[in-house]
């Protein structure tokens, strides 16, 4: 099977570099991993032994940080590596100084785990969430590398709860531990004979948390509210931000900031609001910021802070791509809106049935329950503090999860 893998991540790798020249994600791709082995063997000379902790991308690397953060905290001694799979994650993340090495992970094959493994010797390996890469899991079992799940999430629908998933399963079983999000995840485990797991919650709570408790003042922010209500709208996609534009239309007293996920999109999110006085961030030198209605955030890393002046939140991905990280707004006990495909997003399950936030489809709905927050203040202040005593209630995962990790 390890060999079947292999092959297919050959495949998948010759996939990305036949669509590099025309694609810049899968160019990164590529360029990220030439002379990887080179860079990783100049790097290490087998003396660091390092807590190896892989994130696929931004978001799972936003789940780890508060534990590097806390492990860096109580062992200033041990160095720490982060990979990514992902450029979206590495090329954000590549020159932050939190952790001691930062670098993309070889393709998940026996003969790259085996070196990686070689040059890298870490003392254990973490993997965010959803990080199944059975070949290093192999060479990490069988060289007796203790290794983790954090902020791990378990369906039913996943393969490894179905009859092809029982050599999946027994590679898992390795694993030293399973730190996961809920009761289903662990009874999901427990099923299939996985008993070393415990329900710890999501490590994010305690990254947004610490965030949301940082003073901090954002000018440009104030100069533009201007004591109007605040429409926050981050990671947004084209539908979203169709949506949007037909809301904002509607009301009065609101102003709203745009952060689309992928800022190349901006020309197109700047021709859906057209219509309004709408000005981008990367642009707003000298001028009247109060003069405007729509603030397109064309930048990256301030988007988690900008939510603190919400009024309401909304959180795109969820018409077609995924739903984005709804915990940088609910921290501050704002409601949330976001589209109708969250169900894999264990918080978003959890505020829709605790009615802190709201799945709609279309902006008519949207602006129904805008309109009764308007209407009635103390149905807008039950859901705000809906929305701030869920965080509260969830945060401590990391140190859980930290009082069961081996660290030299």
Same mark, same amino acid.
């Given at each position: 099977?390890?060999?079947?893998?292999?092959?297919?991540?050959?495949?998948?790798?010759?996939?990305?570099?036949?669509?590099?020249?025309?694609?810049?994600?899968?160019?990164?791709?590529?360029?990220?991993?030439?002379?990887?082995?080179?860079?990783?063997?100049?790097?290490?000379?087998?003396?660091?032994?390092?807590?190896?902790?892989?994130?696929?991308?931004?978001?799972?690397?936003?789940?780890?940080?508060?534990?590097?953060?806390?492990?860096?905290?109580?062992?200033?001694?041990?160095?720490?590596?982060?990979?990514?799979?992902?450029?979206?994650?590495?090329?954000?993340?590549?020159?932050?100084?939190?952790?001691?090495?930062?670098?993309?992970?070889?393709?998940?094959?026996?003969?790259?785990?085996?070196?990686?493994?070689?040059?890298?010797?870490?003392?254990?390996?973490?993997?965010?969430?959803?990080?199944?890469?059975?070949?290093?899991?192999?060479?990490?079992?069988?060289?007796?590398?203790?290794?983790?799940?954090?902020?791990?999430?378990?369906?039913?629908?996943?393969?490894?709860?179905?009859?092809?998933?029982?050599?999946?399963?027994?590679?898992?079983?390795?694993?030293?531990?399973?730190?996961?999000?809920?009761?289903?995840?662990?009874?999901?485990?427990?099923?299939?004979?996985?008993?070393?797991?415990?329900?710890? =919650?999501?490590?994010?709570?305690?990254?947004?948390?610490? *965030?949301?408790?940082? +003073?901090? #003042? %954002?000018?440009?922010? !104030?100069? @533009?509210?201007?004591?109007?209500?605040?429409?926050?709208?981050?990671?947004?996609?084209?539908?979203?931000?169709?949506?949007?534009?037909?809301?904002?239309?509607?009301?009065? =007293?609101?102003?709203?900031?745009?952060?689309?996920?992928? *800022?190349?999109?901006? +020309?197109? #999110? %700047?021709?859906?609001? !057209?219509? @309004?006085?709408?000005?981008?961030?990367?642009?707003?030198?000298?001028?009247?910021?109060?003069?405007?209605?729509?603030?397109?955030?064309?930048?990256?890393?301030?988007?988690?802070?900008?939510?603190?002046?919400?009024?309401?939140?909304?959180?795109?991905?969820?018409?077609?791509?995924?739903?984005?990280?709804?915990?940088?707004?609910?921290?501050?006990?704002?409601?949330?809106?976001?589209?109708?495909?969250?169900?894999?997003?264990?918080?978003?399950?959890?505020?829709?049935?605790?009615?802190?936030?709201?799945?709609?489809?279309?902006?008519?709905?949207?602006?129904?329950?805008?309109?009764?927050?308007?209407?009635?203040?103390?149905?807008?202040?039950?859901?705000?503090?809906?929305?701030?005593?869920?965080?509260?209630?969830?945060?401590?995962?990391?140190?859980?999860?930290?009082?069961?990790?081996?660290?030299?």
């Amino acid at each position: 099977m390890l060999t079947l893998i292999s092959v297919g991540i050959l495949l998948y790798t010759f996939c990305i570099w036949a669509v590099s020249p025309f694609n810049k994600k899968a160019r990164l791709w590529v360029q990220g991993r030439r002379g990887l082995f080179d860079r990783l063997a100049k790097t290490f000379d087998g003396s660091e032994h390092p807590v190896w902790i892989h994130s696929a991308s931004l978001g799972e690397y936003e789940q780890a940080r508060p534990l590097i953060e806390k492990i860096k905290k109580e062992n200033p001694d041990t160095k720490v590596l982060v990979t990514f799979f992902s450029p979206s994650g590495y090329e954000i993340r590549k020159n932050d100084t939190l952790p001691d090495y930062i670098f993309y992970l070889p393709a998940d094959t026996k003969r790259n785990a085996r070196r990686f493994l070689d040059i890298v010797k870490p003392q254990s390996a973490i993997f965010i969430k959803y990080e199944f890469w059975f070949n290093y899991i192999h060479e990490l079992s069988s060289r007796n590398i203790p290794f983790y799940y954090v902020s791990a999430i378990f369906r039913p629908t996943q393969y490894f709860f179905k009859p092809i998933g029982k050599w999946f399963v027994r590679q898992l079983s390795h694993a030293s531990g399973f730190f996961v999000q809920n009761e289903e995840s662990k009874k999901l485990l427990n099923s299939v004979a996985i008993q070393q797991v415990e329900v710890c =919650g999501d490590t994010r709570f305690d990254r947004v948390y610490a *965030i949301a408790n940082q +003073p901090y #003042v %954002l000018d440009f922010v !104030e100069q @533009f509210q201007q004591g109007s209500k605040l429409i926050v709208a981050g990671s947004t996609w084209q539908p979203d931000e169709q949506l949007l534009s037909e809301v904002f239309a509607k009301l009065q =007293g609101y102003k709203m900031i745009v952060a689309p996920h992928e *800022i190349v999109r901006t +020309p197109d #999110v %700047l021709k859906t609001f !057209e219509k @309004f006085k709408v000005i981008r961030y990367t642009e707003m030198e000298g001028k009247s910021l109060a003069d405007y209605d729509v603030l397109i955030l064309d930048t990256i890393g301030i988007l988690s802070k900008v939510y603190k002046y919400s009024t309401l939140s909304y959180v795109g991905g969820a018409f077609k791509t995924g739903l984005h990280n709804i915990l940088e707004a609910a921290v501050f006990g704002v409601p949330l809106f976001f589209g109708p495909q969250y169900g894999k997003f264990n918080e978003a399950v959890m505020l829709v049935s605790l009615k802190g936030a709201f799945s709609i489809t279309s902006s008519a709905k949207m602006l129904d329950i805008v309109h009764r927050f308007d209407d009635k203040a103390a149905y807008y202040d039950q859901t705000c503090a809906i929305c701030r005593q869920y965080v509260e209630e969830n945060v401590g995962a990391v140190d859980k999860i930290i009082r069961k990790i081996k660290i030299n």
